[in-house]
C-alpha cells in the first residue's frame, strides 16, 4: 500500500511542479524527485520480493496504510525543513529582524 | 532487512562527487556547461535527490517493520548470527538492484535531458567566410 501512496504522491507532486515550471521557488523538483527515488527502490523491492517469494505483489491493510501516510508525512518534513533552511521568500529572514 | 544501506552508500559517495564537480565548475567557470547548458553537477544533484529520497523513505519503513532499532547494533539482524548471512545476501540482491535501477533511471533522465536541452539550444548558422573578391 505504501508503494501505491508514494507513487500516488509522486505523480501529483510532478505535476503541480511541471504547471508551476520553469518556476521552481518552492523546490517542488526536489520533493518529486525525493518521492520518485522511494517509488522506484519500493518497486525493485516488491518486484523482486513477488518473484523469489510469491504471495500479494501488494499488501493493503491498515499497517500498510499507515505506513504510507507515516512514509508520506515524513517526506513532507523533510521538504519543509529543506524549505526553511533555503527560505526562498525570505519569510525566516524578515521574521528574524523584527 | 538492511537493503537500504546500498543506495545509501551510492547516495554518500555521488554526494561528495557532486561537492568536488561543484568545486571545479566554480574555478572553470560556464566553460564546462556551455555545450548544453546543463552542468555535471547540476546532473549529480538529480541523482542524489532520487537516492536520498530512497534511502530516508526507505530507512522510516525499516524502523517501522522494527528492522532497524535507535541503539547498537542499530539492525535487528546483527543480533543474531545466523540472521547477518541473509541480511547480506538481501542487501547484494535488493539493494543490488535498487541502486541499479536508480542509477538507469538517471542514466536515462540525463539523456533525455540533454537531448532536449541541444534540440532547444538556438542553430547558428554559418556564414561563409568572407574577404576575397
Known sequence: MWLIMTALAAVIVTAIWYVKAPEDKYKLGWLSLFFWGSTLMWLVDHVIAYITEGGEFFEINLDATLLGVAVIVLALFVWEIVLLVSDPKGVLKKALRG | ?133
Not at chain 2, 551510492?10 to 566554480?26: D, M, S
Not at chain 2, 567557470?29 to 546543463?38: V, Y
Not at chain 2, 543474531?80 to 542509477?103: C, K, Q, V, Y
Open chain 2, 1 to 133: 532487512m538492511a537493503c537500504f544501506l546500498v543506495p545509501m552508500g551510492e547516495a554518500i559517495v555521488a554526494t561528495a562527487v557532486q561537492k568536488v564537480v561543484e568545486n571545479r565548475e566554480k574555478k572553470v567557470g560556464e566553460e564546462m556547461t556551455k555545450n548544453t547548458g546543463l552542468s555535471w553537477s547540476r546532473k549529480l544533484s538529480w541523482l542524489n535527490k532520487l537516492l536520498w529520497g530512497g534511502t530516508i523513505l526507505l530507512a522510516l519503513e525499516h524502523v517501522w517493520h522494527g528492522e532497524v532499532v535507535p541503539w547498537p547494533p542499530f539492525l535487528t539482524a546483527m543480533e543474531n548470527p545466523a540472521d547477518i548471512s541473509p541480511m547480506l545476501h538481501e542487501m547484494a540482491t535488493f539493494g543490488g538492484a535498487m541502486a541499479i535501477t536508480i542509477t538507469v533511471v538517471w542514466g536515462i533522465m540525463i539523456l533525455v535531458a540533454e537531448l532536449k536541452a541541444k534540440a532547444a539550444m538556438p542553430k547558428v548558422k554559418e556564414r561563409p567566410a568572407s574577404g576575397g573578391a
